[in-house]
């Protein structure tokens, strides 16, 4: 691949036999919690040549459903559905609204994705679920629906850390080896690093994330939520022209969001007041201006990261990873440094049960089991907890 340029989402080692699908609603500690299951079930695992899980993620407003199939060569994927809970212009998405939406979906949705892969329930060695991080009711409200299928189908469960499967569908979808991971969402931000069977954060947010950050500003400026707020305030930011004075906060190797998002939030009072003209700036610029800071104090600690490890290698993931202007940003970076950029679209950056299934099976292949009475969801889960045993 060319010096720093952005990787196919999809190469040639993992074929797609079933199209991503996204649909809509509109609205008005760590590894210790795995436990071996029969010896039988184990060795059976790790005598097969081929293996299928099912993931099924809904940390936040997106419900995701999956199904993904590894062999001892090769990743396909067989399905990967997603239903998103969107509510009104100016508002966020609560916790309760959102386990509701996931609870009216999943049944349906996890119809749908078995039938689009064209297998049956017989075929599926294991079942993969969000454990955390995320919010407390979705969270729940997926990890019943999983419980539910694996007593139904009699599999055994998986719990999967969020971030690390973002990390893991990003390494198998890009190819990339062993970057450094630019992880950022609505609910975190991360840079990180392999070393030693872990994930280990080099640095992280000291207050909100880079999502959330986004998320709130639209809410003042009534920027709509549907496909996403991030998304649309990234269509506006290009056609923004002037730069904003906003606070720039990096500490070391983390960052700090709310004081620019304070900042931003009243320029945008005093643009609904006085208006463009008055207040010397549009709404466009304001876009432009956010973005611009915030995605450079990225840069600059993925940069710092890059040298402390040795890595000419940068993956970016998370929902807010399919922001163009990010990819070119820390691809120009990485360009300086005769490094590449893996990035991708946002069937993979964008939250999804295929992910889970993938992150999940990788661990089922090991020996990982999720018990019932261990199966309760965190909302503080770390990356850095997960013992990777698949890795070297």
């Not at 040639?12 to 795995?34: G, K, R, W, Y």
């Not at 239903?83 to 119809?111: C, N, Q």
């Not at 611009?292 to 970016?316: D, K, N, Q």
């Not at 089991?369 to 309760?376: A, F, G, I, K, Q």
Request: glycine letters at 8%; a negative charge; proline letters at 4%.
């Amino acid at each position: 691949m060319a010096a720093a340029s952005v990787a196919s989402p999809v190469p040639h080692h993992l074929p797609t036999s079933a199209s991503t699908s996204n649909t809509s609603t509109s609205a008005s500690t760590s590894t210790s919690t795995s436990t071996s299951s029969a010896t039988s079930d184990m060795a059976t695992a790790t005598s097969k040549s081929s293996w299928i899980a099912l993931g099924c993620e809904g940390s936040a407003n997106k419900l995701g459903i999956g199904l993904i199939r590894h062999s001892t060569t090769s990743t396909t994927i067989l399905s990967n559905l997603r239903h998103t809970f969107i509510s009104p212009p100016g508002t966020g998405f609560l916790p309760k609204d959102t386990a509701l939406h996931h609870r009216t979906e999943f049944v349906a949705l996890a119809r749908r994705a078995i039938a689009e892969a064209g297998i049956t329930p017989a075929d599926v060695d294991c079942i993969c679920f969000t454990q955390g991080p995320g919010m407390g009711a979705p969270l729940t409200s997926v990890a019943i629906g999983a419980r539910t299928l694996a007593l139904l189908w009699d599999k055994p469960l998986v719990g999967v850390n969020h971030c690390v499967g973002h990390i893991e569908m990003g390494r198998d979808v890009t190819g990339a080896d062993n970057p450094v991971v630019l992880y950022v969402s609505g609910g975190n931000s991360q840079v990180i690093a392999y070393a030693e069977k872990r994930y280990r954060i080099f640095g992280e947010t000291l207050d909100i994330a880079v999502g959330n950050c986004l998320d709130r500003f639209a809410r003042v400026l009534n920027i709509s939520n549907d496909p996403a707020p991030g998304y649309n305030i990234e269509q506006l930011a290009k056609k923004g022209t002037k730069l904003l004075d906003l606070p720039y906060v990096v500490k070391g190797m983390d960052c700090s969001f709310s004081g620019i998002l304070a900042s931003a939030e009243a320029l945008a009072a005093q643009l609904l007041q006085l208006g463009p003209e008055g207040a010397g700036f549009t709404t466009e610029d304001l876009c432009f201006s956010l973005q611009e800071t915030i995605f450079a104090m990225l840069v600059e600690i993925t940069e710092r990261a890059m040298a402390h490890v040795g890595s000419s290698e940068v993956l970016i993931v998370g929902g807010v990873g399919c922001n163009e202007r990010l990819q070119d940003m820390i691809a120009s970076m990485a360009t300086e440094r005769g490094g590449s950029v893996f990035a991708m679209d946002e069937r993979f950056c964008i939250d999804n049960g295929i992910m889970i299934a993938h992150a999940g099976l990788l661990a089922y292949r090991t020996g990982f089991r999720t018990s019932l009475e261990e199966s309760v969801c965190t909302q503080r889960f770390r990356t850095d907890d997960v013992y990777v045993e698949w890795r070297d």
